[in-house]
């Protein structure tokens, strides 16, 4: 079939990207699903640095590729050997497929899942297929999804199933920002009633955690950032104070706020200064800082390993909100409806994609938290 879709052919343009253009707007050829393939109509699809990283050239990936990997729609079509879902079913999608029997995804971390890794890094769908071509040539899936599209073929174990009332836009937001965020406060720190969270990086992750904190009954909710935007609207969701990043005391600050040190601070920006920042934001004592945030991958940290040891401090990674996505996606969307998770307040707009270079110059400017694409129903 044909499908419209933002193919990336190559890396590193400059923005302004409304004036280079780095994705354009084109007819590719979608084949149909194969076994154990499912074809999917994109009804919403969110715009993430994930995919800027890839844009102006951080984290690479093969080329030409159609991005985006935050989406949600309704199942078109099933391939041979799918019984887990069928035609008419509202899907939420995830940028790690897990193929349920590794060691990693037996142990229960199918974020983890090796083979899942191994299809995204090669821009490949988990079984090895590629079902996007242009003129004839094939052109790469973007972490098993390629949501910058009106439909894309994917594995069943990229979906999870939703409610048909969740609306597609709020939807999803699930399948990253939120999933990422709220599963780094439960699932990464497994954070406590009354402890205190520190946030530093106030993109949609960001905020996402510092509702995941409010949800998991932190005391104290911290919320940091440059934007002063971006902390009003942190307030408004959970966080009980804010500290502009800018100030020359802001660790002082959050220290001073918490009594000598926050017991969890998250770190969301993807900066090495931020991820210092955070660790130095952390209680002495059993204080630990969770990092979401991908820096290029060149980047490095230095510690001071004595006071990691001495005053027993954790520093630990979070990929994908170290989530079991058909476990936790529900949970959150449950906590979505009671209102303890106000997901809806992270949609700055919604677009089309033929405004999509634009939007990505607004999030590399930090002018949006999450921007949407809603294509026609």
């Known amino acids: 079939m044909k499908i419209r879709a933002a193919v990336l052919h190559e890396m590193g343009r400059p923005a302004p990207y409304a004036q280079s253009c780095p994705l354009s707007i084109e007819t590719l050829d979608l084949a149909a699903p194969g076994p154990a393939e499912v074809l999917v109509r994109i009804m919403a699809t969110g715009l993430c640095h994930s995919d800027l990283s890839v844009i102006n050239g951080s984290r690479p990936r093969p080329m030409p590729m159609v991005l985006g990997h935050e989406s949600a729609g309704v199942i078109q079509e099933v391939g041979q050997d799918v019984s887990d879902f069928a035609v008419g079913d509202?899907?939420?999608?995830?940028?790690?497929?897990?193929?349920?029997?590794?060691?990693?995804?037996?142990?229960?971390?199918?974020?983890?899942?090796?083979?899942?890794?191994?299809a995204n890094a090669a821009g490949t769908l988990i079984g090895g297929a590629v079902r996007l071509s242009l003129d004839g040539k094939p052109v790469h899936h973007h972490l098993g999804v390629s949501s910058f599209a009106d439909h894309a073929v994917v594995s069943p174990d990229s979906l999870?199933?939703?409610?048909?009332?969740?609306?597609?836009?709020?939807?999803?937001?699930?399948?990253?920002?939120?999933?990422?965020?709220?599963?780094?406060?439960?699932?990464?720190?497994?954070?406590?009633?009354?402890?205190?969270?520190?946030?530093v990086g106030l993109g949609g992750v960001g905020l996402a955690a510092v509702m995941g904190a409010r949800a998991a009954g932190a005391g104290e909710v911290i919320a940091v950032d440059l934007s002063d935007t971006k902390l009003a609207l942190a307030r408004?969701?959970?966080?009980?104070?804010?500290?502009?990043?800018?100030?020359m005391d802001a660790i002082a600050?959050?220290?001073?706020?918490?009594?000598?040190?926050?017991?969890?601070?998250?770190?969301?920006?993807?900066?090495?200064?931020?991820?210092e920042s955070a660790v130095a934001m952390t209680r002495r004592?059993?204080?630990?800082?969770?990092?979401?945030?991908?820096?290029?991958?060149?980047?490095?940290?230095?510690?001071n390993i004595a006071s990691l040891v001495g005053e027993e401090r954790t520093l630990a990674g979070s990929y994908m909100g170290t989530c079991v996505p058909v476990r936790d996606i529900p949970r959150y969307m449950a906590l979505y409806r009671t209102g303890r998770l106000p997901v809806d307040r992270l949609l700055s707009s919604r677009i089309a994609i033929d405004d999509i270079n634009a939007a990505f110059d607004r999030l590399s400017?930090?002018?949006?938290?999450?921007q949407v694409i809603e294509f026609p129903a």
């Open 236 to 247: 408004e969701i959970g966080a009980t104070m804010t500290v502009n990043a800018g100030s």
């Open 253 to 275: 600050q959050v220290r001073r706020l918490s009594g000598g040190g926050v017991d969890y601070a998250f770190e969301m920006a993807g900066s090495i200064r931020a991820l």
């Open 90 to 118: 509202h899907v939420v999608m995830t940028f790690t497929p897990s193929c349920g029997h590794c060691p990693i995804c037996a142990g229960g971390r199918p974020a983890m899942c090796e083979p899942g890794g191994v």
């Open 285 to 303: 004592a059993g204080g630990m800082t969770v990092t979401a945030g991908l820096p290029p991958k060149d980047a490095t940290l230095s510690l």
């Open 160 to 199: 999870v199933r939703i409610d048909p009332d969740v609306p597609f836009a709020e939807a999803a937001l699930f399948g990253c920002a939120v999933m990422t965020g709220v599963g780094a406060v439960v699932n990464t720190a497994k954070v406590t009633m009354g402890t205190s969270v520190a946030v």
């Open 365 to 370: 400017a930090a002018e949006a938290v999450r």
